[in-house]
Every structure is written in structure tokens, then in C-alpha cells.
């Protein structure tokens, strides 16, 4: 199964743009690359999904690498509430299960 | 906007109790999941299912069954609630893809304890 590799933690400041890595060395061809966060005492929230072009939504945007090894979260301007553990996923393929690892806590200053 | 409702957010059981924990989704979706998340394991997959009456196993099935009646409603059941049950149980939902292409949503999580 492709693993994920993330930062432990990062810190941002409000309204700046924030970029969180996620490696993937050893993804394959038919993996979608899947971002989640989990904010205190809440469930875990879909941010956004690609499989090999950069992808846009209004939480965030995917950049992925043309080796699709690696990955970017990107947020564009991040505000208090984004103060969340990332998690990058890539569900076992074939399945719909999904294994989230520890991800990125990102902390974000006023 | 897809909304996972979980019955309550907290609940205390006693040992030997058979437990029901309650899970509906507004979106028409044919896959539902139920997840425990503990402090350094991450999120396990305990059961999940793809369409009505029908379930599989997930990583961490001993001690949990599951019941899907109909379409929008999936249910955990602890037959006989242990204290090592205690932990944040998570429902989602999503739409029948292909590959994963298909995010999962996910309800706010029941807190249970077992004392």
C-alpha cells in the first residue's frame, strides 16, 4: 500500500498563504491523492481529491507534482478557523478504505 | 451540502451492555463507513457497507456488528460493550466510485465511554 510522509507541525500567520507537503514515493497509478482535516472535537472534513492535474476548490487548491510522488495543500489565505491536523491520503487501491496517518498540525498565529 | 448525522455526540455505557450507535446521511449515497479514532492509532476501519444489506469487514471488526436496512441509515452495534470500546466513533458517507475517486463525509463523531 502507498504510504504518506508529512511534516509533524507548521506554523503559519493570518492571511498569508500556506503550503502543506505531502511525499508519496511510492504511489501508483491509479491512486487518488485525497486531503483531510480535522479540526478540535470535530469529525474529519474532505478538503479536496486529484489524481494527476492541479485541482481548485473554494477551501483550497492540489498541486501535484508530474511524478505525482508528491503533493501540495495549498490555502491561499489562511484564517483562524484552518488551524486543523492535515491529513494526505491515498486509499488502498481498488478499496474505499482509508488510512489516515498522523498528518500536519498546522497552527495559525493572529 | 452532504450532511452525516450521528445520533449523539457522547454516551456512557456500562460493561456487558449491548450498545447502538446510530448513523443517517442526506445524499443518496451508496457507500457508509464506521471508523474509531484513538489518541496515536489514527482512524480504523471497523465495518463498512456498499448498498443496502450488504457489509464487509473492515480492520477492526471482533467485538462490532452492523446493520443497513435502508439506504440513508447505518448502524454500529457493541454487542457486549467492553472498556476497551471506549473511544471517538466515526461515521461517513460517500458516493460508489471507482478507485477511490469518491471523498468520504463525515459525521462530528460520538464520544463513548464504557465504564
Known amino acids: 500500500d502507498a504510504k504518506t510522509t508529512q511534516p509533524n507541525s507548521m506554523e503559519s500567520n493570518e492571511e498569508e498563504p500556506v503550503h502543506l507537503p505531502c511525499n508519496h514515493s511510492t504511489i501508483s497509478g491509479t491512486d487518488y491523492i485525497h486531503w483531510y482535516r480535522q479540526l478540535p472535537s470535530q469529525g474529519p472534513e474532505y478538503v479536496i481529491h486529484g489524481l494527476t492535474s492541479n485541482v481548485n476548490n473554494r477551501m483550497a487548491s492540489l498541486a501535484i507534482a508530474e511524478d505525482r510522488k508528491s503533493s501540495t495543500l495549498i490555502l491561499h489565505r489562511a484564517t483562524l478557523r484552518d488551524a486543523a491536523v492535515y491529513y494526505c491520503i491515498l486509499p488502498q487501491g481498488g478499496s474505499e478504505k482509508l488510512v489516515f496517518g498522523k498528518g500536519t498540525k498546522l497552527t495559525v498565529n493572529p | 451540502d452532504v450532511k452525516v448525522t450521528q445520533s449523539s455526540r457522547y454516551l456512557v455505557k456500562r460493561t456487558g451492555e449491548k450498545v447502538f450507535l446510530e448513523c443517517v446521511q442526506d445524499m443518496d449515497h451508496e457507500n457508509m463507513f464506521w471508523y474509531r479514532q484513538d489518541p496515536g492509532l489514527g482512524l480504523r476501519l471497523i465495518y463498512f457497507s456498499y448498498d443496502v444489506k450488504m457489509k464487509e469487514k473492515g480492520d477492526i471488526p471482533e467485538g462490532y456488528s452492523v446493520s443497513r436496512e435502508k439506504k440513508e441509515r447505518f448502524s454500529l452495534i457493541l454487542e457486549s460493550a467492553s472498556t476497551n470500546q471506549t473511544s471517538m466513533y466515526l461515521c461517513?458517507?460517500?458516493?460508489?466510485?471507482?478507485?477511490?475517486?469518491?471523498?468520504?463525509?463525515f459525521g462530528d463523531g460520538t464520544r463513548l465511554s464504557i465504564l
Open positions: 461517513a458517507s460517500s458516493l460508489l466510485g471507482y478507485y477511490s475517486n469518491q471523498p468520504q463525509h
